[in-house]
């Protein structure tokens, strides 16, 4: 709503239909799975970071090949230029599908946060900017302390309500959609 702290004024609330069912990954994908996409080898459980938007729709074609489903993205030279929604294969989640997984999925009303409605992070929930990252950048949670220095091993956390880890901090996840104002 538009009175909800931290609510920007570009932002505004949509109206979407969950029309079919969807899957998603329980965790990031980590440097390993992407190393095997890119045909190098890698057991880093780093989640994979300073991916493009197409990158990440080609990791999701690639997936789709590897299991025989039909790919999401068509794909042009190194661009993406379209999609088949219709089509059964991986593609990533849209912003809608991600926010329902955060904020909404087996709860029984919608919250703010991943964590609930509270501003403040309960202890243990995510990988943030903590007190550890003062001195690498300039805005940082104090009197919070996730026990890790930069990037977490994926899993590093409790999984949320629905088994998925992640949704808060660490990395950030791109989405199907694209921006507008």
């Known amino acids: 709503p538009p009175n909800e702290p931290g609510r920007r004024r570009n932002e505004h609330k949509l109206d979407v239909d969950f029309s079919r069912s969807f899957w998603v990954s329980q965790h990031e994908i980590t440097q390993a799975q992407y190393a095997a996409f890119k045909g190098q080898s890698s057991n880093s459980n780093l989640p994979q970071t300073d991916v493009s938007w197409d990158d990440a729709a080609r990791f999701s074609n690639w997936l789709s090949e590897q299991e025989g489903l039909p790919v999401f993205y068509r794909i042009q030279g190194s ?103």
Do not use: C, M
């Not at 590093?156 to 992640?166: C, E, K, N, Y």
């Not at 901090?169 to 959609?177: F, K, L, T």
């Open 79 to 181: 661009r993406v230029v379209g999609f088949d929604p219709n089509s059964r294969g991986y593609r990533l989640p849209t912003e809608a599908e991600w926010e329902w997984l955060a904020k909404k999925a087996k709860r029984p009303r919608s919250t703010i946060y991943v964590w609930g409605n509270q501003s403040r992070i309960p202890v243990n929930s995510g990988n943030f900017a903590d007190e550890s990252s003062k001195a690498n950048q300039l805005i940082f949670l104090e009197d919070y302390d996730d026990k890790q220095v930069g990037v977490a091993p994926v899993g590093s956390f409790s999984a949320d309500r629905v088994g998925l880890h992640d949704l808060a901090g660490n990395v950030s996840e791109w989405v199907h959609d694209f921006y507008t104002t």
